[in-house]
């Protein structure tokens, strides 16, 4: 996928996707940690669509010999795993493996890799 228009859109979520995980700070306003949370949602299901799409336009097969895209595969299954964490466990569940789940949205960061790919400058 070398569209220039499909690259650039995601250059901007990845960007956009970085500034919302700096975003999350302790302790924080319900209005801020709801309106984390739905970002946060939008990104993973925006980025498992990105993953759907080059799997259909690439094809399985080409889609999983290259080392990008395993990587973000991998990435996108961890946010996936997060989303399913975030669902099922209760509050005090969530609070006893807390920074697990932090270390979950952390991995969100590696995203910025993929930008390398695209951005030779960076």
Request: include cysteine; glycine fraction near 2%.
């Amino acid at each position: 996928m070398n569209h220039p228009l499909y690259n650039f859109i995601v250059f901007v979520l990845i960007l956009a996707n970085t500034i919302v995980l700096a975003a999350d700070d302790y302790p924080q306003s319900l209005e801020k940690e709801m309106v984390i949370k739905v970002l946060n949602d939008f990104f993973t299901w925006a980025f498992f669509a990105e993953m759907i799409i080059k799997m259909i336009a690439l094809g399985v097969n080409n889609y999983i010999h290259d080392k990008f895209n395993l990587f973000d595969a991998i990435v996108v299954s961890l946010s996936l795993i997060d989303w399913c964490l975030t669902i099922i466990l209760t509050k005090e569940q969530k609070s006893s493996v807390g920074s697990s789940m932090q270390a979950l949205r952390a991995l969100r960061l590696l995203r910025v890799i993929k930008l390398a790919r695209s951005w030779t400058k960076l």
